[in-house]
T-cell receptor, first 107, second 114 residues
Framework: KNEVEQSPQNLTAQEGEFITINCSYS?????LHWLQQHPGGGIVSLFMLSSGKKKHGRLIATINIQEKHSSLHITASHPRDSAVYIC?????????FGAGTILRVKS | EPEVTQTPSHQVTQMGQEVILRCVPI?????FYWYRQILGQKVEFLVSFYNNEISEKSEIFDDQFSVERPDGSNFTLKIRSTKLEDSAMYFC????????????FGPGTRLTVT
């Protein structure tokens, strides 16, 4: 069983739609990271969470430590949001990665 | 804005050869990491490095792999005798102070072993 599970694996949305990507984990964590991987391969950090909720522009990330679950929301989605979104949890001195969610936003 | 840099962007090598992948982390960061991503698969942790020592390594990081911070700015990953299955994108990352801080990733080095 994977330690970090993401859903859905693939997501296609129309421009303007509200998007939710989910992440569940089974190990004890010190922090949870949401990352964005562009089509060219580069990885950018979006959020680091240890509790509660964070917002940056149209992106919102939440975490429920008791339920071992986190969500990434994108409001008013845009084609430039098309990317792979990766959940990774801090466990010891390493990150354990989910498989990623491939998001495509159509105009 | 400061960024993590990696060289080369693409390295092609023959099986059995040694390769060194280079990274320059952000200057005030104290923790350094190497990750790899085989084409079509998820990102995998290789090793974390702090205070000139490995702080954690994965099962992938066997005796063929080593890391070094030779001069206070570069952070290198050496693969002694490359195998076909080492072909992957290798990412370096750094953070101010460990896993509970934002990680800054380099653009990656694509390693192709033939």
């Amino acid at each position: 069983k994977n330690e970090v599970e993401q859903s859905p694996q693939n997501l296609t949305a129309q421009e303007g739609e509200f998007i939710t990507i989910n992440c569940s984990y089974s190990v004890g964590i010190s922090a949870l990271h949401w990352l964005q991987q562009h089509p060219g391969g580069g990885i950018v950090s979006l959020f680091m969470l240890s509790s509660g909720k964070k917002k940056h522009g149209r992106l919102i990330a939440t975490i429920n430590i008791q339920e071992k679950h986190s969500s990434l929301h994108i409001t008013a989605s845009h084609p430039r949001d098309s990317a792979v979104y990766i959940c990774a949890v801090g466990h010891g001195n390493k990150l354990v990665f989910g498989a990623g969610t491939i998001l495509r936003v159509k105009s | 804005e400061p960024e993590v840099t990696q060289t080369p962007s693409h390295q092609v090598t023959q099986m059995g050869q040694e390769v060194i992948l280079r990274c320059v982390p952000i200057s005030n960061h104290l923790y350094f990491y190497w990750y790899r991503q085989i084409l079509g698969q998820k990102v995998e942790f290789l090793v974390s490095f702090y205070n000139n020592e490995i702080s954690e390594k994965s099962e992938i990081f066997d005796d063929q792999f080593s890391v070094e911070r030779p001069d206070g700015s570069n952070f290198t990953l050496k693969i002694r005798s490359t195998k076909l299955e080492d072909s992957a994108m290798y990412f370096c990352a750094s953070s101010v102070s460990g896993i509970i801080w934002e990680q800054y990733f380099g653009p990656g080095t694509r390693l192709t072993v033939t």
